[in-house]
Each structure stands twice: as C-alpha cells, then as structure tokens.
C-alpha cells in the first residue's frame, strides 16, 4: 500500500517511544509518525529509587521528548482530552487528529487521594515531585518510624516498593542513623512479587526481612491521620510513622475510561499476543492493558513488557502498511532487577506467559545485576533519545 499514513502514538511513555522510534527506523518517509504527551520530559521511572536516596537527579533521569523530531517524528506536547476509537480519532488541547493506526500507551493515572490522608502525609515515590519530597523529607529524618506501603495490592513494577524499602534501610545505614529508625513495610498483597510464584515471594520477603525491616502483609491502609502520624488498616491494625513512603492505587486514565476502552478487567482489553484492541486498528499496550495470566493474576505493569508489546505492535504496524516485516507476536517474557542496597541487585527473569504457572528464575543477590541496573538505565536513555 503506498498511500500515505498517519500513525498516531498516545503517550510518550516507555511504550510509546519505543513504538515511535521503531515504526520511524521502519517505515518509508512518506508515512507521518506522530507522538503525543502532556509532558516536556521523558522519566526514566526505575531510577526514581535512586533519586530518592540523593544518587540521581532529575536531570540525569529524564530527556527532552522534542529530541525525538531529529529521527523525523511529529512530537506534539498537549492534553489529550477525547479518543473516538471507532473513527481513530484523537483531540489533543483543542486540536484533531485522524489515524490510519492509533496506539494508546497512556499508562496508569496514580490516585493517592482516594485513600483519605494519604496524599497530606507522606510521599508518592512513584512520581518525581513525590521521590524528590521524600528525599528532602530524608535530609532532615534523624530518627524514628519510616514506614512504606503499598495502598493496593496490583501497581506497576511489584518489585520496587521492597527495592524502595532496602534502598531506605541502605541510607540510613549510610548516614549512621540506622540503630534510630524503625523501618516497617505494610503491603496491602499478601506477599512481595506474587505472580511470580511463592518461591520468589518468600525468597524477596526474606532479602527484606534481612535488612530488619518489619514486613506487614495484607495490611490494606484505609485511612492517614497526618496531625497524629497514624495509619489505619482494613484488618484494624493501627500504626504510627514519622516518616512515609507510599505506592499509591492505580486506575486508567480518564481519557481512556470515557472512551469506552476498559473492559472487565479495569483495563483495557486487548489481544495479549498482537495488542490489537476490539476495534479495528487501534492497539494499547502498556500498564494501561490489563491481560489476565492462567494463574489467576494479571500480567503485571512493567516497562518491560511496555517495551516488548511496543515492538511487537510497531513490526506488525509495519507489515500492514509497507507488506514487508515478518508477523510478530508477543510472547510475555521479560525480567527485572531487584536492587537491595550495598551496591548489589537480584535478577528475575522468565515467561510470564507460561502455564499452569509463570516460569521464573530468580538469580541470586549480587553486585553484577546492580552494575547491569546501571548499565540499562544508560543505554536506556542513550539508545531512544
Ligand atoms: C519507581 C518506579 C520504578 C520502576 N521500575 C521498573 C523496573 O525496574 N522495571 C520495569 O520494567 N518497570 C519499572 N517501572 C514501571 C514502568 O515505569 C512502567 O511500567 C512503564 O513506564 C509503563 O510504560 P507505559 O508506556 O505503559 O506508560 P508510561 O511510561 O507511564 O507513559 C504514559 C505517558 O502517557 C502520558 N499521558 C497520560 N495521560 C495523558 C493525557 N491525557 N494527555 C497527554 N499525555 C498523557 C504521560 O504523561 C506519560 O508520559 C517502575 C515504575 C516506577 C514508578
């Protein structure tokens, strides 16, 4: 087909730029590619970790989307207010747009305040305004209660709030104040990690309670105090904290809700090989899908899998416009590193795809899955921007 065609990719996120970048390299000039996001930036999400023990800053960790118009893509910076999948159609601040290809990879909008108090009295690590207060916040603490928690029990990357509970510990080993502070982890899952099955969770709720951190599971926060620096849980426990860092619930975008995309998931619902959602054309892909796994849980919201579904999507994109690519499918396999402090990780990696169970392989703690963290976060920001 040589007619000229509009790609248009929502979100400008892990998923979206590697779908941009990837149909840019691939298709011939004559196709336009187009990239939208609210923001300026592109973050480096997993690096927040480190910013929030004063390691990284928020230069370091994030890149100008305008970098992107030097490849030939069409960076447009706006609110996207209305998607009409039936017609492809998009509003981006005001302004329409048409596609011959829509791609949806808006993420998941974080919503401290639908836990009351929450958002008042402690610190949203997952964003970077939220990592930056909790390391001011850090600065000052001297002693007391630090307490972590995850307000649901699904987020994305299951494996960085226990990272971010080592990565405290680890800090205030560093400033030799560790023997003043009880550290404390409250999770509203049962267990760290669970859709990786039980050996991995008790192996990570062992690296954690190593560290003398108190390991709360199914303890669902219901409610802040901020005057009284309390929390209380469904099962109703009560806690007090000096100091708080939260994951926050997760829920889709309001563009994306309105547009009739969830499905029974919460999520949207797409092809889990080829991302492909109801209507014709139009994929999503990302921590905005939700793809339920044999074993009961979804797959879980990761840049790793953003990025493998981004491929897939952009190849398959590829071969409908020009004939020429391979079929590709998505095949639910990806990995993470699990950062424990001391300059040393653990690696997981596996088929999250694999049935009855996901097969995983969880590689032991040492210093060279820290130094391939720090390796990725390079290319990261160096291979797409
Ligand atoms: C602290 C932390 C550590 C993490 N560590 C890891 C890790 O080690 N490994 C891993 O695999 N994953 C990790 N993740 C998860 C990973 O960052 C996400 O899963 C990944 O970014 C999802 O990519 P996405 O493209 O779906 O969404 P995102 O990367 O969130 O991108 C969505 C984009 O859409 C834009 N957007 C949303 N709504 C609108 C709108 N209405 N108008 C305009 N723009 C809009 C947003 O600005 C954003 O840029 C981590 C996340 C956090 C917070």
């Not at 999770?187 to 690296?207: D, L, N, S």
């Not at 620096?229 to 708080?244: C, E, I, S, V, Y």
């Amino acid at each position: 087909m040589n007619r000229s065609q509009t790609i248009v990719i929502l979100g400008g996120g892990v998923g979206g730029v590697v779908c941009a970048v990837e149909l840019r390299k691939k298709l011939p000039k004559q196709h336009r590619v187009v990239l939208v996001d609210r923001e300026e930036r592109h973050l480096f999400a997993p690096s927040l970790l480190w910013l929030m023990i004063g390691q990284r800053t928020a230069e370091k960790i994030s890149r100008p989307l305008d970098r992107l118009r030097k490849k030939g893509i069409d960076v447009m910076r706006g609110e996207i207010q209305h998607i009409e999948p039936a017609e492809r159609h998009v509003t981006v601040s005001g302004e329409s747009i048409t596609a011959d290809h829509l791609i949806i990879s808006l993420g998941a909008d974080l919503a401290p305040e639908t836990i009351p108090g929450l958002a008042e009295a402690g610190h949203n690590f997952y964003t970077l305004e939220g990592a930056e207060g909790l390391r001011d916040a850090l600065g000052r603490f001297r002693s007391g209660k630090l307490a972590v928690l995850t307000a649901t029990p699904a987020y994305k990357c299951p494996a960085a709030p226990y990272e971010a509970a080592m990565l405290l510990e680890y800090h205030c080993r560093k400033q030799k104040i560790r023997e003043q502070v009880q550290i404390d982890f409250y999770a509203a899952e049962p267990g760290p990690m669970g859709v990786a099955g039980k050996e991995i969770t008790a192996a990570v709720r062992q690296m954690v309670e190593d560290k003398g951190i108190g390991f709360h599971p199914e303890h669902q926060i219901t409610q802040v105090n901020a005057d009284d620096r309390k929390l209380t849980f469904a099962n109703g426990a009560q806690a007090d904290f000096d100091l708080l860092a939260y994951v926050p619930p997760h829920r889709p975008p309001r563009v994306v809700k309105e547009a009739g995309l969830v499905g029974d998931s919460g999520w949207v619902s797409v092809d889990r090989h080829t991302m492909e959602t109801e209507y014709p054309g139009v994929y999503a892909l990302g921590d905005v899908v939700g793809i339920p796994l044999a074993v009961g849980k979804p797959l879980p919201k990761a840049g790793v899998f953003a990025h493998g579904e981004a491929v897939v999507v952009a190849q398959n994109i590829v071969r409908c416009i020009t004939g020429k690519a391979e079929p590709a499918r998505f095949d639910g396999h990806g990995e993470c590193f699990i950062e424990t402090g001391d300059g040393k990780a653990g690696f997981g990696r596996g088929n999250f795809y694999g049935e009855p169970l996901p097969q995983i392989k969880l590689h032991k703690v040492g210093r060279r899955w820290h130094a391939g963290k720090i390796l990725f976060e390079k290319y990261w920001l160096r291979r797409w921007f």
